[in-house]
């Protein structure tokens, strides 16, 4: 299965404590759509931030170091920044506490690697997943959907030694 992006941006931040969550969000009216997030920035201590991003197909999940950009769309909305645990309760228990693993989550159904899996200490856990053009914020991935995308959690420690 392909990883389309840099397993040591995801090495680095194991260890650190997290300080901020920021995402892209369409914002058409008053208000951006919590629900539709286009990237999340993950701020760890001393380092250069941690970007999350759909990939060009639709299905898999990528991240790099790069900073959010937001984008005027004209009569169409605009991307804005906005604080994700402003509109996502769960994430406001993950500030300050420490990342200890990153998982790689693969469907075998699409072949990719469509979600990341951080654990927390404490045992906080949040996935962050591809969900078509947008990307989904969730304590854990259900039963169904690990049977159904015939999942597997790759550590990425272990990973990175196999590459």
């Known amino acids: 299965m392909k990883i389309h992006s840099d397993l040591k941006y995801l090495l680095i931040i194991i260890g650190k404590k997290l300080n901020k969550t920021s995402s892209l969000n369409y914002y058409c009216d008053e208000e951006p759509n919590s629900f539709s997030i286009q990237e999340i920035q993950l701020e760890f201590d001393g380092l250069k931030s941690l970007r999350i991003f759909c990939g060009t197909d639709g299905s898999s999940i990528c991240w790099d ?3 959010l ?3 005027n769309m004209g009569e169409y909305g605009k991307v804005v920044i906005s604080s994700l645990s402003k509109y996502h309760e769960e994430l ?3 500030v300050d506490k420490k990342l200890e693993k990153v998982y790689l989550v693969t469907s075998e159904i699409e072949k990719c690697i469509f979600a990341i899996k951080f654990v927390f200490s404490y045992n906080f856990e949040l996935v962050v997943a591809n969900v078509g053009d947008d990307l ?4 854990k991935l259900t039963p169904e959907i690990i049977k159904e995308e015939k999942s597997l ?3 990425i420690q272990e990973t990175s030694h196999r590459q």
Do not use: E
């Not at 989904?136 to 304590?139: G, I, M, R, T, W």
């Open 65 to 67: 170091n790069g900073d």
């Open 153 to 155: 959690f790759l550590d």
């Open 92 to 94: 406001k228990n993950l």
């Open 69 to 71: 950009k937001p984008i």
């Open 136 to 139: 989904k914020l969730q304590k």
